[in-house]
């Protein structure tokens, strides 16, 4: 108990009030030690230090030209060359080209080149069969007022078709309606001959044409040299194998 005299407490005999506190001082310290706040200069400087080594590092593991030489050109693997890039015969690649390019023309001509009531057939047509620069000039330049086709009038407006075609579109849809639908041609229209019509139907100065035009000026084949269907082309390009290598 305390003594009564005094307001102090009691103390055990072994209490030394100096060491202890001065143990607890010592053991706090040891637990903040290292705990202190970071430097600013410190986290600036390490920022600094990953930002040059992650900008070396891209450059150096992530850059295709520092591991692979210029003009480096990857190799087919052995036996898968794609089917699409060997040479076909002209005949076969130009039917390819077209049929694409006529699914423009599918919707007023009828899928099978039947047309219809407005729009002529391409079947048995000598329009399509005849001389290649009407069917050339019809494409490029659209038709309007009647055209007669085995008889028969056919008042549907065909629009132009010819924006932004190329030669290798004009030769593939040419060849296309020429050797299909029970139609047949003896030769191809070559690229030579399409870009022949482009620029003859530039020449031209744009317009719809007429039955009447078409058969005064333009009742001829396309100048240029034909193509042999058996002639083997890029598939790609429409280009005999030998001119495109």
Same mark, same amino acid.
């Given at each position: 108990?305390s003594?009564?005299?005094?307001n102090r407490?009691?103390l055990?005999?072994?209490?030394?009030? &100096?060491t202890?506190?001065?143990?607890?001082?010592r053991e706090? %310290?040891?637990?903040?030690e290292?705990?202190e706040?970071i430097?600013?200069?410190?986290?600036l400087?390490?920022?600094?230090? !990953?930002?040059?080594?992650?900008?070396v &590092?891209g450059? /150096?593991?992530f850059?295709f030209? %520092?591991? !692979?030489?210029?003009?480096?050109v990857?190799?087919?693997?052995?036996?898968?060359?794609?089917?699409s890039?060997?040479?076909?015969?002209?005949?076969d690649?130009? *039917?390819?080209?077209?049929?694409?390019?006529?699914?423009?023309?599918?919707?007023?001509?009828?899928?099978g080149?039947?047309?219809?009531?407005?729009?002529?057939? +391409?079947?048995?047509?000598e329009?399509?069969?005849?001389p290649?620069l009407?069917?050339?000039?019809? &494409? +490029?330049?659209?038709?309007?007022? /009647? &055209?007669?086709?085995?008889?028969?009038?056919?008042?549907?407006?065909m629009p132009? *078709?010819?924006?932004?075609?190329?030669?290798?579109?004009?030769?593939?849809?040419?060849?296309?309606?020429?050797?299909?639908?029970?139609?047949?041609?003896?030769?191809?229209?070559? +690229?030579?001959m399409?870009?022949?019509?482009?620029?003859?139907?530039?020449?031209?100065?744009?317009?719809?044409?007429?039955?009447?035009?078409?058969?005064?000026?333009?009742k001829?084949?396309?100048?240029?040299?034909?193509?042999?269907?058996?002639? *083997?082309?890029?598939?790609?390009?429409?280009?005999? !194998?030998a001119?495109?290598e």
């Amino acid at each position: 108990m305390s003594d009564p005299s005094t307001n102090r407490p009691d103390l055990d005999d072994n209490t030394n009030v &100096i060491t202890d506190a001065t143990a607890a001082n010592r053991e706090n %310290h040891m637990f903040t030690e290292g705990a202190e706040p970071i430097s600013l200069w410190v986290i600036l400087g390490g920022a600094l230090i !990953v930002l040059v080594a992650g900008g070396v &590092i891209g450059n /150096s593991f992530f850059d295709f030209d %520092h591991f !692979v030489r210029k003009d480096y050109v990857r190799a087919s693997a052995p036996g898968a060359a794609s089917a699409s890039t060997q040479p076909k015969a002209a005949l076969d690649a130009h *039917m390819k080209a077209g049929q694409k390019a006529y699914t423009a023309c599918a919707g007023c001509h009828q899928p099978g080149g039947e047309g219809n009531a407005s729009y002529p057939p +391409l079947a048995n047509s000598e329009w399509v069969t005849g001389p290649s620069l009407r069917p050339a000039m019809i &494409i +490029l330049n659209g038709l309007h007022e /009647s &055209i007669t086709v085995n008889g028969k009038p056919y008042n549907g407006n065909m629009p132009s *078709m010819g924006s932004g075609m190329d030669a290798k579109q004009l030769a593939g849809v040419l060849n296309f309606i020429r050797n299909s639908f029970g139609n047949k041609s003896e030769m191809l229209v070559s +690229l030579e001959m399409a870009q022949n019509a482009l620029d003859l139907s530039k020449e031209r100065n744009g317009g719809q044409m007429t039955a009447n035009e078409l058969d005064a000026d333009y009742k001829k084949d396309i100048e240029g040299t034909p193509l042999d269907p058996q002639t *083997m082309v890029d598939p790609k390009t429409l280009l005999p !194998v030998a001119a495109a290598e």
